[in-house]
Nanobody, 127 residues
Framework: PVHLVESGGGSVQAGGSLNLSCIAS????????MGWFRQAPGKEREGVAV????????TYATSVKGRFTISKTAVPDMLYLQMNSLKPEDTAMYYC????????????????????WGQGTQVTVSS
């Protein structure tokens, strides 16, 4: 079965940085759309940044544009989220997600679009 495992979360002060990682196994890495989502206590899970692994299309939530960068490596199959200039409102559990998608897809930030999910890694930003 497909397995996604996140790491890299932690506690930082506002203005700090963290780099989240997601390792994907049993996934045809090049034929997928993958991304990062987050869920704060009492709130809906929301899309943060998503990308077509085959190259090209990347979408960011307005709240993180210019601060977060999604990237990937093919060997090993890893997805990253570099988070800079962190704010207290970025505090949440961050999840890696994936779905099989077509060549040239423009993935969206909707939670329902994604099939596979990791267990999450906690990010806490203090003021």
């Amino acid at each position: 079965p497909v397995h996604l495992v996140e790491s890299g979360g932690g506690s930082v002060q506002a203005g700090g940085s963290l780099n989240l990682s997601c390792i994907a196994s049993e996934l045809s890495f090049g034929n997928n759309c993958m991304g990062w989502f987050r869920q704060a206590p009492g709130k809906e899970r929301e899309g943060v940044a998503v990308t077509y692994i085959g190259g090209g299309s990347t979408t960011y939530a307005t709240s993180v544009k210019g601060r977060f960068t999604i990237s990937k490596t093919a060997v090993p199959d890893m997805l990253y989220l570099q988070m800079n200039s962190l704010k207290p409102e970025d505090t949440a559990m961050y999840y890696c997600a994936a779905v099989v998608c077509s060549r040239g897809s423009s993935p969206g930030l909707g939670r329902s679009e994604y099939t596979y999910w990791g267990q999450g890694t906690q990010v806490t930003v203090s003021s």
